[in-house]
């Protein structure tokens, strides 16, 4: 019994060793990894090549300078604003005085979607008109470039920048002789050769990310702006002043005090003086707000008036902005001659409104991608129309191009549809199909057309004990979109129609697969 024993003994020492010099290659390997290959493949990350730069240079040299007349162009775009969050959707705490006016003697659409839930592949889909995941913006936010995040997508390759040979509206117009300026937060890229500036528009004043990312700094085409209230001290706690260059990553600035409760006022400030510098010239303002998003801050002059609270502080002092830019197109008599198009980046957050919608931002039910979008020239459009026909903002860039008689790329397929007639004519929305893409990966989830919406299947978390989460499959949906908010399943009762949306996503997911990009063979 003892010789077994000592046997036994044996064995476990053998074993005990085995396992303690796996465990030191595997930390040796895990140092070097952590330390040594990591940092390098990061370090060597590049923007994915362009394919179709060439082209995109071609075309946008073959534009030519019109001297035709020509609509100014402003396009407001707020960010996480919930279906339901403005008093002409339906909400009865905030008060939007000034949108409502634009509404009720403009277009209102209530079947307006966002290509996406998130923030950054639905600006993308917004300034090009094509799907985000043709734009490598599909499945993740954008993060800046020293966050652990970023380094974490880099060493999988994972793309953090607009690829630059995508072509923005602000691009095109520019080209057509349009002076161009963006106001507000980009999110779409802030390395070297991927900011405002490199995509078409001339002026820039505005944050690279959201309000809650840093560090959170305010720039000025490319450098830095210096408010009275900021300071930026450098990696030792030196205090810098004056006015910066484009800041290397490796050695980032850290905010000290951007108040965030003038950045409304701030913005309209600049958006106003560029539209009063550019007259006389067509112009496009595109006028991208930092709010609601969270963190919320509310204009000092006017918080706590609201009946909604801080967040309807932020609401309402949103909607003074549009009235500063409505009344001064009015005192430069630019009002007749002036596009007006306000809506939102995605659905509200948890702080914000939904309406009668399921959902929220980072869904695809209907209160993550439905989005109010009201439209507004004066004397061009009609008065009052609401309309419930189906589009998506990826419509936008084909519409203004449209409305600038400036043709389309003919390289790349754009994904969105001119809806000019719809809001002029209450004409049949061109689409017959839209689509709902997941934040997850890009594709697409979901489908709907006039009447009916179908949903795939997909795993929902839910919180356990305040941080563990579970997965409860969800089971594919179809809805009658009309008539319900997405609560009853009524594929038994439609198998038909289930079948055809089913069938839908899946060619669109093949076409993906396919070709990615989208590119069109000469």
């Not at 089913?502 to 990615?516: A, H, L, R, Y």
Request: proline residues 6%.
């Amino acid at each position: 019994m003892k010789e077994t024993f000592k046997v036994i003994g044996k064995i476990f020492n053998l074993l005990a060793k085995i396992v303690g010099y796996l465990l030191l290659i595997a930390l040796i390997f895990g140092v070097l990894f952590w330390h040594v290959w990591r940092p390098l493949k990061i370090a060597k990350y590049e923007p994915k090549t362009p394919e179709h730069l060439q082209q995109k240079e071609a075309y946008l040299a073959a534009i030519p300078k019109s001297t035709n007349y020509r609509p100014n162009i402003v396009l407001i775009n707020f960010d996480d604003l919930g279906y339901g969050d403005l008093s002409c959707y339906g909400n009865q705490l905030i008060q939007t005085p000034a949108i409502d006016s634009l509404a009720a003697n403009g277009v209102k659409m209530t079947a307006f979607y966002s290509c996406s839930p998130v923030c950054t592949p639905s600006r993308a889909g917004l300034l090009t008109g094509r799907f985000p995941i043709r734009a490598h913006a599909a499945n993740h936010v954008y993060f800046p470039e020293n966050h652990p995040v970023t380094a974490f997508r880099k060493f999988r390759n994972q793309a953090n920048e607009l690829p630059k040979d995508e072509i923005t509206i602000a691009e095109i117009l520019r080209a057509s002789g349009y002076q161009t300026s963006m106001v507000g937060k980009w999110h779409l890229g802030d390395r070297a050769g991927h900011l405002p500036n490199d995509f078409g528009f001339e002026n820039y004043y505005g944050v690279h990310y959201s309000n809650d990312m840093l560090p959170l700094h305010i720039y000025r085409n490319k450098d830095i702006e210096i408010a009275d209230k900021t300071e930026l001290a450098d990696g030792e706690g030196n205090f810098i002043t004056g006015k910066l260059s484009y800041i290397d990553p490796e050695t980032p600035l850290k905010t000290k005090g951007v108040d965030q409760t003038n950045l409304t006022e701030n913005y309209t400030k600049e958006a106003i003086q560029f539209i009063e510098k550019s007259k006389g010239h067509p112009f496009f303002l595109y006028f991208a707000h930092s709010f609601p998003h969270v963190p919320h801050f509310a204009s000092s002059k006017h918080a706590g008036q609201s009946e909604g609270g801080l967040y309807g502080d932020v609401i309402e002092d949103l909607d003074r902005s549009v009235a500063s830019i409505i009344q001064t197109l009015e005192q430069q008599n630019l009002l007749d001659n002036t596009l007006v198009i306000i809506t939102s980046d995605n659905g509200g957050d948890f702080n914000g409104s939904s309406g009668n919608l399921r959902g929220r931002k980072f869904e695809t039910f209907e209160g993550g991608q439905r989005v109010p979008l009201i439209v507004y020239w004066k004397g061009k459009l009609p008065k009052g129309i609401v309309t419930d026909q189906i589009a998506m903002n990826t419509d936008l860039m084909p519409t203004l191009l449209s409305i600038a008689k400036i043709p389309l790329p003919s390289d790349r397929k754009i994904d969105g549809r001119n809806i000019w007639s719809v809001w002029t004519e209450k004409a049949e929305s061109p689409h017959k199909v839209l689509y709902y893409f997941s934040p997850n990966n890009g594709m697409p989830k979901g489908a709907r057309n006039k009447q009916f919406k179908y949903h795939t299947a997909g795993e929902k978390f839910n919180s356990i004990y305040g941080g563990l989460a579970a997965a409860q499959l969800q089971k594919p949906q179809l809805t009658n979109i009309l008539l319900d908010n997405e609560a009853h399943n009524l594929i038994l009762k439609y198998p038909t129609i289930t079948e055809e949306l089913k069938n839908s996503i899946e060619q669109i997911q093949e076409d993906f697969k396919k070709n990615q990009r989208g590119w069109v063979k000469e």
